[in-house]
């Protein structure tokens, strides 16, 4: 069937992982989609094209997280920057749509559907460092054969995943367990990195006895340890744990995955550096205030992170960060 003259071409749909940034304004209000984060010695530069269908094959796309965090940081510090532009991190097919919701902030600064758009979509260099694996890489042909559709997941399973914190959530998953036999159940799905650096899906299957009284475990933890574990807490205490999986041997935060029964290490470098960091930037933040308590108001907004679990354990790791009481 031939298309009517008058009809409009139907737009491209892009894959809905596929992410790019929006550059703000925050005095006029004008956005832009970033097009390149170009590096010319110590110059950081920022390149943006309209926010048009038609410039969607030059939009930048957002592979790797930490990269752009680093370049953010190193963009936002140079000292003749005369604007402190706003990042926001949308797919592709949501550009448009967020566009114009974000620009009727232009008409009312307190427009409810621009302030979500704005709060839903803005990043900063913390958040961007905290994503482990980005949408671009996540291997979504190997978990179809596994009968997980990623992107059908809810959305907090799904952020757990990309940040590498324990899945709390069951998940129905046909394997092949030899060639021709195929078992199907409910599974714990998480990624991580082989020698090669390439990211892989393991299968965490709920266990009857929680795996710390397993005998591998069984005499390692004492009972207040035990009890704490089943609070939903983190040990105070780091323990040395080598990942089966890649063979790495290093010290860790321990919690436990109520929805597996499973024990969690959570490695100490990958945990107290972010949060550390995300401490001070929170105090810093409250000191500018007049009722928030210094580094008290840091530990007790990020203890409401998706993080929480680590926050408590990893915040004693930090040096120069003192809890106060707020007076």
């Known amino acids: 069937m031939e298309k009517e003259k008058n009809q409009a071409p139907e737009e491209p749909r892009w894959p809905d992982y596929k992410e790019t940034l929006l550059a703000r304004h925050p005095g006029t209000g004008e956005v832009q989609v970033v097009s390149d984060l170009r590096e010319r010695g110590n110059r950081y530069e920022v390149h943006t094209v309209e926010p048009l269908t038609k410039n969607a094959p030059s939009f930048f796309e957002v592979a790797k997280s930490g990269a752009v965090a680093a370049f953010i940081r190193s963009f936002k510090s140079q000292s003749d920057k005369a604007v402190d532009f706003q990042f926001l991190k949308v797919p592709f097919n949501a550009v448009q749509d967020v566009v114009n919701d974000l620009l009727r902030l ?75 036999i195929k078992v199907s159940g409910m599974f714990s799905p998480r990624f991580y990195r082989d020698h090669n650096n390439e990211l892989k899906v393991t299968l965490d299957a709920p266990l009857a006895v929680p795996e710390y009284e397993h005998e591998e475990y069984k005499m390692m933890f004492s009972t207040q340890e035990k009890a704490a574990l089943e609070r939903g807490g983190t040990l105070e205490r780091l323990i040395k744990h080598k990942d089966p999986l890649t063979g790495e041997e290093e010290w860790c935060f321990v919690g436990k995955n109520a929805a597996t029964n499973r024990l969690v290490f959570q490695p100490k470098r990958e945990v107290a550096a972010a949060i550390c960091n995300d401490i001070r930037r929170r105090s810093a933040a409250c000191n500018a205030t007049t009722n928030c308590a210094g580094a008290s108001c840091a530990l007790s907004t990020a203890r409401r992170s998706r993080s929480k679990r680590w926050m408590s354990a990893a915040s004693r790791s930090c040096t120069g960060i003192r809890s106060t009481k707020s007076r």
């Open 106 to 180: 232009t008409q009312n600064p307190n427009d409810e559907k621009g302030l979500k758009a704005l709060y839903d979509h803005r990043v900063d260099t913390m958040q961007l460092e905290r994503v482990k694996y980005d949408h671009a890489e996540i291997p979504r042909a190997a978990l179809r054969e596994l009968g997980i559709d990623f992107d059908a997941l809810t959305p907090q399973t799904r952020e757990a995943m990309r940040m590498g914190l324990p899945v709390e959530e069951l998940v129905p998953v046909t394997a092949e367990v030899m060639p021709g």
